[in-house]
């Protein structure tokens, strides 16, 4: 019993390395491919859906699927609503393991063709000199190595069923949640379903398991890869935890909704496997419940998705994104553009107000990174091109000539508010060399600069005295840097970095003096552009 034990777990080592080859190999194989398909073949819920089917089904990891698509939201570069399109088709990817092992791994001579295709495979791993053919080397060998540790899961399995009492597991009374259980604690183990699926599969073709067990422990198993999402998530931004709550929820809504119907959906698999001529094995047969219930999942869920993605989306709502929404940009204005003037007015002051809190934040808060202003500009970007897109909506044949340029300011101060936000990080560069020995000397002229700042920033409206005296500022410490650099007493590296610093910190000052010259467009359409300038307040 003792060697048994040891085979079936030396067995499922050999299975986790193999699949950890092959989908190493694989995306290593593919390079960029998969990164571009998964990127851009995803434009619809439907095309989604089949990105993650097929690269699933082609790295043999839903795993490896799964946290690249956390990745590309967590970097903006898929909505919710695309990710969640690749989650359900890396779902149906997933059970393209099940086939293998019931197609080529039970009730065939695996070692037939294991052992070539290693030899194969090791082969071009060790003399190909190109680093592709390697991987593809690599993924062969997984490949090998997948079908002999099954084969050894496969008679260890067979051993342990006859060493057993017949009775012992076909008999026993946990029922369906206890095997449900079993799949799910499996998965989380081995953090592979399609370990999880290989042991369930072969344990059924070996008779240790009866059909209806087994079915609930594949939907155990499913419900376990959700636990992949949920840890790569735990750090991640809030786009990335909802689309690990989708990821729970859609599997655990699929799998109650196939354990509820299980008597119907085996019924319907003992039809089909019947109708396609299949083997009559079990391990078939689980193979296309699996199947059956990822799809029929998908297929449930595809229409619901933007609606989904709208629910998921009041989850863990921080304060920047609340700022990041519209509140006055009502659609219905878009025909009566004299009338959307005044609510494009309200957004851009607090445009203006949020662009002031995050310059505010890098003055003033020692040791900030620039990752933890990241959320505070993305809200400024978000809310900027909100406004810059509902400008661009409204109807221009309807405008009269003053509106149409006092929208082309607003327009032009949203651009330089964008400029300013993004070059924000350059503030924290620049307070951060303050604390460099070598500029001591210059270390007075610094502080008034960064002074200058404050007062240029808090301020209310343009004033020429003040901008003037900071760029006096400006010239005057970028003189005396290119003399210490000159002279020896600052590195070239560091006083290059530090010039660029201070630059791109006059590039913001400018773009922020610009944009504090904007005045509502309702005030100019009144003809009072001077009492305009005492409504900007936020």
Not at 68 to 73: M, N
Not at 346 to 363: A, F, H, N, P, S
Request: proline share 3%.
């Amino acid at each position: 019993m003792t060697a048994t034990i040891f085979q079936i777990l030396g067995g499922l080592a050999l299975f986790l390395l193999a699949m950890e080859m092959m989908t190493n190999g694989l995306k290593s194989a593919a390079g960029h491919h998969l990164r571009h398909m998964l990127g851009h073949w995803t434009k619809t819920p439907l095309r989604g859906l089949a990105s993650g089917f097929l690269i699933t089904g082609l790295v043999q990891s839903s795993g490896a699927v799964t946290v690249a698509t956390i990745g590309f939201v967590n970097a903006g570069l898929l909505s919710l609503s695309q990710s969640l399109g690749v989650i359900f088709g890396s779902n149906i990817g997933t059970t393209m393991t099940g086939w293998l092992v019931s197609l080529v791994g039970v009730g065939f001579n695996i070692e037939a063709i294991a052992l070539p295709i290693l030899t194969v495979g090791v082969g071009l791993k060790l003399v190909s000199g190109s680093s592709r053919s390697k991987a593809f080397g690599e993924a062969l060998a997984g490949f090998a190595l997948f079908f002999l540790g099954l084969s050894i899961l496969k008679s260890s399995l067979e051993s342990l069923t006859g060493g057993l009492d017949n009775g012992l597991l076909l008999q026993n009374g946990y029922g369906l949640p206890a095997f449900m259980l079993i799949g799910f604690l499996a998965t989380v183990l081995t953090q592979s379903s399609s370990a999880a699926l290989a042991i369930v599969l072969t344990a059924a073709a070996g008779g240790l398991i009866p059909l209806d067990n087994a079915a609930a422990a594949v939907i155990g198993a499913n419900l376990g890869s959700t636990s992949t999402a949920a840890i790569s998530a735990l750090k991640a931004t809030a786009n990335a935890r909802r689309l690990a709550i989708g990821h729970i929820l859609f599997n655990a809504v699929t799998g109650i909704i196939a354990l509820t119907i299980l008597p119907v959906m085996l019924w319907v698999v003992a039809l089909l496997t019947k109708w396609l001529e299949l083997d009559a094995n079990i391990a078939v047969s689980l193979a296309l419940f699996h199947t059956l219930f990822n799809v029929l999942g998908a297929f449930i869920m595809l229409p619901f998705i933007p609606r989904f993605a709208r629910l998921l989306g009041r989850l863990f709502r921080s304060k920047e994104e609340d700022s990041a929404e519209p509140r006055f940009l009502d659609n219905t204005l878009v025909t009566t553009p004299e009338l959307a003037v005044g609510a494009v007015d309200q957004e851009m002051k607090r445009l203006i107000g949020l662009t002031r809190g995050l310059l505010r934040v890098c003055l003033d808060r020692e040791d900030l990174k620039p990752a933890q202003i990241a959320p505070k500009s993305d809200a400024c970007l978000s809310l900027n091109q909100s406004i810059a897109d509902y400008i661009s909506r409204l109807r221009a044949e309807k405008m009269h000539s003053t509106t149409v340029d006092a929208l082309t300011r607003t327009i032009r101060t949203c651009r330089y508010l964008a400029e300013a936000t993004a070059l924000a990080p350059a503030l924290l560069q620049l307070r951060e060399s303050r604390k460099m020995p070598q500029l001591a000397p210059i270390s007075a002229d610094l502080e008034e600069y960064l002074a200058l700042l404050r007062s240029l920033v808090a301020a209310d409206e343009a004033v020429p005295e003040s901008f003037n005296r900071a760029e006096k500022t400006y010239h005057t410490l970028k003189s005396r840097m290119l003399a210490m650099i000159v002279r020896g007493e600052f590195s070239s590296i560091a006083g290059e970095r530090t010039l660029d610093s201070l630059s791109s910190v006059r590039r913001l000052c400018d773009q922020w003096y610009k944009s504090l010259a904007w005045q509502p467009a309702t005030e100019l359409l009144n003809g009072t552009p001077q009492e305009a300038k005492s409504e900007n307040r936020t």
